[in-house]
């Protein structure tokens, strides 16, 4: 609903309607500048939570050609798919579920998990088990003081903390 609207690389339409992911929030703008500095090139790429899509398509339209969306709401789900319609994008998989809705054997370069904590601690080890050497996992939706646990999590599910951004208390590792 912007009727100022700057030139950018990537024209990305959202009609949020009730799901979460309009590029305003600190964890959001984590995410998308992390996606702008990874070269998504021909990668497969898992938008845990995707909300709005919002991510899901950056990622497609950044390279990626092979994009997973997964919402467990049913809202975030319909949403999602009209995104990508808007946005010409819709050959982004969305599925509705959660962790459940991750197919046995299935692997991603590059997960993006912005949602919060408690989700991301309790799920971890089904991220770990969807990625192979070499796949990268973007995690937002927490506080910097949610930091150590995510790392002790991360840790026992084998995997290696590489760094972090905050923005008014918000993070992303």
């Known amino acids: 609903f912007h009727t100022d609207i700057p030139k950018a690389q990537y024209d990305i339409v959202i009609d949020p309607k009730m799901a979460f992911g309009t590029g305003h929030h600190q964890t959001t703008c984590h995410m998308i500048r992390a996606i702008l500095a990874t070269d998504m090139n021909g990668k497969r790429v898992l938008d845990m939570g995707c909300g709005t899509a919002l991510l899901a398509i950056l990622a497609r339209k950044h390279g990626a050609t092979d994009v997973t969306g997964i919402d467990i709401d049913e809202f975030a789900y319909e949403n999602a798919l009209e995104n990508i319609r808007l946005n010409d994008t819709a050959d ?45 996992i973007f995690m937002s939706g927490f506080y910097v003081e949610d930091i150590p646990l995510l790392q002790e999590e991360a840790a026992r599910q084998g995997l290696r903390f590489d760094t972090h951004a905050e923005n008014n208390r918000w993070a992303m590792i």
Do not use: C, K, W
């Open 92 to 136: 982004i998989n969305i599925r509705l579920g959660g962790v459940d809705a991750l197919h046995e054997g299935e692997t991603f370069d590059y997960i993006l998990a912005n949602i919060n904590r408690n989700i991301l601690l309790a799920d971890m080890s089904q991220y770990a088990a969807h990625m192979h050497p070499g796949s990268v």
